[in-house]
């Protein structure tokens, strides 16, 4: 039995890992970090089952005394993820992070960290497996279209941009596109932030609006030709099997992997 500790489990992915977790005849859930409510449970938030009398800690370390969790899964926020993973490595938990917005000096200094703990450690931008063929797909395209850009399109309470996902295909494409500024060479904005973000010369595009879940569209232009790659999460259901995968296939890893297309 995997012992699981959630942090950000009142939050809407949290929610769903909840019951991800509690539905697994392989795992248990053992507590609940949060930043508020100590001495509470799940079930006294009034969003969960009255049964779901799962423990709440402020504290990482005070939660770990108590109940000694495997895993840490982090679905929190941008400024809370890397104290709580670097605090989780350092107590001997393994992290299995849903949450986005790490820096590289951040993910650089995590990877130590794991490879001195000799804990697995999981970052995973996006856990729907869609999402993640898609950013392979795109990478396999870009040996042949290097004219790409990237169309991210997430919910509006959404805090960081661009999203982890079209980041990391950017980055995945980068690995295998001749580097190339796209565009006109004299191409002006008259309008600040009209051609999106440029990395490494191709640019991403970030969409926030009500109604919408995250979605991906990367686009490929050639010669008289479109090819579009394109993958839509309708709810945050599509994460919960990447999410039940990381946290058996942290316990079998020493290192930090950043990205489940590393691991499928
Ligand atoms: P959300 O609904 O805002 O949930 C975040 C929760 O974390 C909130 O309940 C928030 O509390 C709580 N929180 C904030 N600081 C905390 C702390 N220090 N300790 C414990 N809990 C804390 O957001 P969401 O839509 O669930 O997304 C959460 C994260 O997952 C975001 O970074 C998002 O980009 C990411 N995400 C990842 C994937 C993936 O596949 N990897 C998919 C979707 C989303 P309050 O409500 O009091 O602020």
Same mark, same amino acid.
């Given at each position: 039995?995997? !012992?699981?500790?959630?942090?950000?489990?009142?939050?809407?992915?949290?929610?769903?890992?909840?019951?991800?977790?509690? /539905?697994?005849? /392989?795992?248990?859930?053992?507590?609940?970090?949060?930043? !508020?409510?100590?001495?509470?449970? %799940?079930?006294? +938030?009034?969003?969960?089952?009255?049964?779901?009398?799962?423990?709440?800690?402020?504290?990482?370390?005070?939660?770990?005394?108590?109940?000694?969790?495997?895993?840490?899964?982090?679905? +929190?926020?941008?400024?809370?993820?890397?104290?709580?993973?670097?605090?989780?490595?350092?107590?001997?938990?393994?992290?299995?992070?849903?949450?986005?917005?790490?820096?590289?000096?951040?993910? #650089?200094?995590?990877?130590? %960290?794991?490879?001195?703990?000799?804990?697995?450690?999981?970052?995973?931008?996006?856990?729907?497996?869609?999402?993640?063929?898609?950013?392979?797909?795109? /990478?396999?395209? #870009?040996?042949?279209?290097?004219?790409?850009?990237?169309?991210?399109?997430?919910?509006?309470?959404?805090?960081?941009?661009?999203?982890?996902?079209?980041?990391?295909? #950017?980055?995945?494409?980068?690995?295998?596109?001749?580097? !190339?500024?796209?565009?006109?060479?004299?191409? /002006?904005? +008259?309008?600040?932030?009209?051609?999106?973000?440029?990395?490494?010369?191709?640019?991403?595009?970030?969409?926030?609006?009500?109604?919408?879940?995250?979605?991906?569209?990367?686009?490929?232009?050639?010669?008289?030709? %479109?090819?579009?790659?394109?993958?839509?999460?309708?709810?945050?259901?599509?994460?919960?099997?990447?999410?039940?995968?990381?946290?058996?296939?942290?316990?079998?890893?020493?290192? %930090?992997?950043?990205?489940?297309?590393?691991?499928?």
């Amino acid at each position: 039995m995997i !012992k699981v500790a959630i942090a950000g489990a009142r939050g809407k992915m949290g929610q769903e890992a909840v019951h991800t977790v509690i /539905k697994n005849d /392989k795992m248990m859930l053992v507590a609940a970090l949060d930043y !508020k409510n100590a001495n509470t449970t %799940l079930a006294d +938030t009034g969003l969960f089952p009255t049964d779901y009398t799962v423990p709440v800690y402020t504290d990482l370390a005070e939660l770990n005394e108590a109940t000694a969790p495997d895993v840490l899964i982090d679905l +929190t926020s941008p400024e809370v993820v890397y104290t709580h993973t670097k605090q989780a490595l350092t107590l001997g938990i393994r992290p299995v992070v849903g949450t986005t917005g790490f820096t590289d000096e951040q993910l #650089a200094e995590l990877t130590t %960290l794991a490879q001195q703990q000799k804990r697995g450690c999981i970052i995973a931008p996006n856990f729907a497996v869609g999402a993640i063929l898609m950013m392979k797909f795109a /990478k396999e395209a #870009a040996r042949f279209f290097p004219d790409v850009e990237i169309i991210e399109m997430h919910h509006d309470q959404k805090l960081d941009a661009p999203s982890g996902t079209g980041l990391k295909t #950017a980055q995945m494409i980068q690995e295998v596109r001749t580097a !190339k500024e796209q565009g006109h060479p004299n191409e /002006k904005e +008259t309008y600040a932030g009209a051609r999106g973000a440029n990395f490494d010369g191709m640019h991403i595009h970030s969409v926030r609006l009500p109604g919408l879940v995250a979605h991906q569209q990367v686009l490929f232009g050639g010669d008289g030709q %479109l090819l579009t790659i394109r993958h839509d999460s309708f709810n945050r259901g599509s994460f919960m099997s990447g999410v039940a995968y990381c946290v058996e296939e942290v316990m079998t890893q020493q290192t %930090l992997i950043y990205g489940l297309e590393n691991l499928i």
